[in-house]
């Protein structure tokens, strides 16, 4: 797993733990992509964390954004907007606007844990999109990247983690079950339209699925929140 996770930080985060790796990333490199996308998401939990001591709710959160696209290069937000073709700057604008006004809402006290979680399951959905194309899917594409389905198991078994440990934690299963059936939803609903585009590359149907699963988690858990009765809206704080 140690290498693994080493070729996924050196191909889908700018952290370079200088392997020497230039080839294309392979399924054992996606299986601990979602312990590279933990990662990202402590350190931006830790910018937030640090920011909050300063700033307001919302310029916090704004800067740990920021320093999740940068640490991963915006890839994945760019493999989004390829996705969405001519309407491309759009649909990026709506995503980053969603994922903002989406963790703005979110109490602090459940800001990480739901920055850790949604970078990881939705990781994991993304390769389980990979294993699950058909053989013919981007046959004449520049990257056939592929995934095995014990290669996707781990992944879902590593980015499922978090989410578990986050209703130990908690008590509240509607929160884990409604983020996570969210995310496998939206994942579904992106596979099932880029099935009818057969020249998509495979790696951008893989970021693209991974944007739309991190949003959609976050939108189940906030929904669960609020069907809770917790406090999740910073604004109602000392009121």
């Not at 937030?48 to 994945?76: E, K, M, N």
């Not at 046959?139 to 198991?153: D, P, V």
Request: net charge neutral; hydrophobic share 55%; proline share 3%.
């Amino acid at each position: 797993m140690r290498a693994s996770l080493l070729s996924a930080l050196q191909h889908f985060t700018r952290i370079r733990p200088g392997i020497g790796d230039d080839a294309a990333p392979t399924g054992q490199t996606l299986r601990a992509w979602p312990i590279a996308g933990l990662i990202v998401a402590l350190a931006q939990s830790l910018v937030f964390a640090l920011a909050s001591l300063v700033l307001p709710h919302p310029v916090a959160i704004l800067l740990a954004i920021a320093s999740g696209l940068w640490l991963t290069g915006a890839r994945h937000e760019t493999g989004w907007m390829n996705w969405c073709e001519r309407s491309g700057i759009a649909g990026l604008i709506v995503l980053i606007v969603l994922r903002f006004e989406t963790l703005a809402q979110i109490d602090a006290d459940w800001l990480v844990a739901a920055l850790l979680c949604a970078a990881a399951f939705s990781r994991a959905c993304a390769v389980m999109v990979i294993s699950s194309l058909p053989a013919s899917f981007n046959a004449s594409g520049q990257t056939l990247l592929q995934a095995s389905a014990r290669e996707s198991g781990i992944a879902l078994l590593v980015g499922a983690a978090p989410v578990l440990g986050l209703i130990a934690w908690t008590g509240d299963l509607l929160a884990g079950v409604l983020a996570i059936a969210s995310a496998i939803i939206a994942t579904a609903a992106i596979r099932r339209l880029s099935l009818r585009r057969r020249s998509m590359d495979r790696m951008t149907l893989m970021d693209a699925a991974q944007q739309v699963a991190e949003i959609a988690f976050l939108l189940g858990l906030l929904i669960a929140l609020g069907i809770s009765g917790l406090d999740t809206s910073p604004e109602d704080e000392g009121s």
